[in-house]
């Protein structure tokens, strides 16, 4: 059974930089595409980005500027990092598994079937 | 960019009820929709993918239709499990966005 887990500061200064790891197990990193969402307190979830297993990444047009993620294969750990936070960015983070469905046509699309616990960020000086 | 927009954003209902919750986009997109489930403190747990299709170990009580503009995800007999916020999401590789959420509480 696929597990991952969310691991960082709690605390995070305004205009610092947000970094977090995920950590999977009983799954190979380099098999799928790993993602990050967040859910400020009270509020729905928002799709930070993700990371395909040979590194390359898609982002949120709206958090793209400030966001990184990486990821780490000997280690089977990815990871994000977000820049110049305010107190907007505080949420709940989660990592996620992307797994992909292939219609007939030759496209297909992803779904989001294994999520860590969460970690709450909060941005505060 | 795509929106979602999810009705109602909460309703309350009995168990045993049939549950109805939509999700439209802002322009056509085929069946490219997944549906969450989540419950206080806890990560999402996929419903449905590709509009449609029931996840592994998910009741069949829950399913998904639609295509285009219009989805919806019905629960055909409400359980007490099933009190929580439910999901959409846009389902592009590209563009993952989520709904705003429909929240089922117990009447």
């Known amino acids: 059974q696929v597990q991952l887990q969310e691991s960082g500061p709690g605390l995070v200064k305004p205009s610092e930089t947000l970094s977090l790891t995920c950590s999977v197990s009983?799954?190979?990193?380099?098999?799928?595409?790993w993602s990050w969402i967040r859910q400020p307190p009270g509020e729905g979830l928002e799709w930070i980005g993700y990371i395909s297993y040979s590194g390359g990444t898609t982002y949120n047009p709206s958090l793209k500027s400030r966001v990184t993620i990486s990821v780490d294969t000997s280690k089977n750990q990815f990871s994000l990092s977000l820049s110049s936070v305010t107190a907007a960015d505080t949420a709940v983070y989660y990592c996620a598994r992307v797994s992909p469905y292939y219609y007939g046509s030759g496209t297909y699309s992803f779904y989001f079937d294994f999520w860590g616990p969460g970690t709450l960020v909060t941005v505060s000086s | 960019d795509i929106q979602m927009t999810q009705s109602p954003s909460s309703l309350s209902a009995s168990v045993g009820d049939r549950v109805t919750i939509t999700c439209r986009a802002s322009q056509s997109i085929a069946s490219y929709l997944n549906w969450y489930q989540q419950k206080p403190g806890k990560a999402p747990n996929l419903l449905i993918y590709?509009?449609?299709s029931l996840q592994s170990g998910v009741p069949s009580r829950i399913s998904g239709s639609g295509s285009g503009t219009d989805f919806t995800l019905t629960i055909s007999s409400l359980q007490p499990e099933d009190f929580a916020t439910y999901y959409c999401q846009l389902s592009y590789t590209t563009s993952l966005t989520f709904g705003g959420g429909t929240k089922v509480e117990i009447k």
């Open positions: 009983g799954d190979s990193i380099s098999s799928y595409y």
């Open positions: 590709a509009a449609s």
